[in-house]
């Protein structure tokens, strides 16, 4: 709880008590005002909290209903909205396991993994925590040689543990584009002012780390386990926001085509 964000707001609105038309002949308490004002403190900050968990679970929604597709933003009377119906999206996630759990034990096709064929051909994982950069190696003399060593395995294992969780198949084969946002937490120094931009994207994170390194960390731990090899990446995207919560996430699109149907042989007459 941070209530010292709110107590300056708090203390004049105890204050106020005391110049309501009711209260203006009572001599105001100092310490009846200040034992107020730490209350509505917690209970501004308490409100505040529970908006800022609301507008990161709302976002998560719409993030799912925009992978989903149109479906999410057709209404029952047909009607078609500019924006994901986020009271549809449960339903719409619902089914889409219902069909998993109907397939059973069938293993998938054409690499189909996840949602696959679902939500749009695609794989969405997500890993929490403040997102990682890759480092420099690190050189150390051994003798006469000098050689380089990892000191990010511990990162890197916490990673791979997180993305193992949630996919659980064999790498896919084929192409792929791979989408990744990075979620920096917002500092404890920051202002209330500044905290409530950052919180809804208007202030950019143009700080350390770069988000080149954030990608080749994240890159090198799906290497060999989502995909075979890096050469099957197609496409890179990223972006890095400040955000409340500490998070990656990564979406992969599979390029697996259908093999080309054989053209039947024309045998008509142009006109008829």
């Given at each position: 709880?941070?209530?010292e964000?709110?107590?300056?707001?708090?203390?004049?609105?105890?204050?106020?008590?005391?110049?309501?038309?009711?209260?203006?002949?009572?001599?105001?308490?100092?310490?009846?005002c200040?034992?107020?004002?730490?209350?509505i403190?917690?209970?501004?900050?308490?409100?505040a909290?529970n908006q800022?968990?609301?507008?990161?679970?709302?976002?998560?929604?719409?993030?799912c209903?925009?992978?989903?597709?149109?479906?999410?933003?057709?209404?029952?009377?047909?009607?078609?909205?500019?924006?994901?119906?986020?009271?549809k999206?449960?339903e719409?996630v619902?089914k889409?396991?219902?069909i998993?759990?109907?397939?059973?034990?069938?293993?998938p096709?054409?690499?189909?993994?996840?949602?696959?064929?679902?939500?749009?051909?695609?794989?969405?994982?997500?890993?929490?925590?403040?997102?990682?950069?890759k480092?420099?190696?690190?050189?150390?003399?051994?003798?006469?040689?000098?050689?380089?060593?990892?000191?990010?395995?511990?990162?890197?294992?916490?990673?791979?543990?997180?993305?193992?969780?949630?996919?659980?198949?064999?790498?896919?084969?084929?192409?792929?584009?791979?989408?990744?946002?990075?979620?920096?937490?917002?500092?404890?120094?920051?202002?209330?002012?500044?905290?409530?931009l950052?919180?809804?994207?208007?202030?950019?994170h143009?700080?350390?780390?770069?988000?080149?390194?954030?990608?080749?960390?994240a890159?090198d731990?799906l290497?060999?386990v989502?995909?075979?090899?890096d050469s099957?990446?197609?496409k890179?995207?990223?972006?890095?926001v400040y955000?409340?919560?500490?998070?990656?996430?990564?979406?992969?699109?599979?390029?697996?085509?259908?093999e080309?149907?054989?053209?039947e042989?024309?045998?008509?007459?142009i006109g008829?």
């Open positions: 709880m941070n209530k964000m709110w107590i300056q707001e708090a203390r004049g609105i105890a204050a106020q008590c005391w110049c309501d038309p009711e209260t203006e002949s009572k001599v105001m308490d100092p310490v009846l200040e034992a107020v004002a730490q209350r403190a917690c209970w501004m900050d308490t409100a909290q800022r968990n609301a507008d990161y679970y709302r976002g998560l929604i719409v993030r209903g925009e992978a989903i597709g149109n479906r999410a933003y057709i209404a029952d009377d047909g009607s078609k909205s500019n924006d994901v119906l986020c009271a999206v449960p719409l619902e889409a396991f219902s998993l759990r109907l397939a059973g034990t069938e293993e096709k054409n690499n189909q993994t996840g949602m696959w064929g679902i939500m749009g051909e695609r794989i969405f994982l997500s890993v929490p925590g403040k997102p990682i950069a480092k420099r190696p690190r050189f150390a003399r051994r003798g006469k040689y000098v050689t380089t060593y990892n000191d990010q395995e511990t990162e890197e294992g916490r990673f791979l543990f997180e993305v193992q969780k949630q996919f659980k198949r064999e790498p896919v084969t084929c192409a792929v584009k791979v989408n990744l946002k990075f979620f920096m937490p917002i500092p404890k120094s920051t202002s209330k002012k500044n905290y409530a950052m919180a809804v994207y208007q202030i950019d143009t700080k350390k780390p770069d988000i080149d390194n954030l990608i080749k960390f890159l731990c290497n060999g989502v995909y075979h090899d099957q990446i197609i890179i995207s990223g972006s890095k955000h409340p919560v500490g998070l990656t996430e990564i979406i992969v699109e599979l390029r697996d085509f259908p080309p149907k054989t053209a042989p024309f045998s008509g007459i008829e």
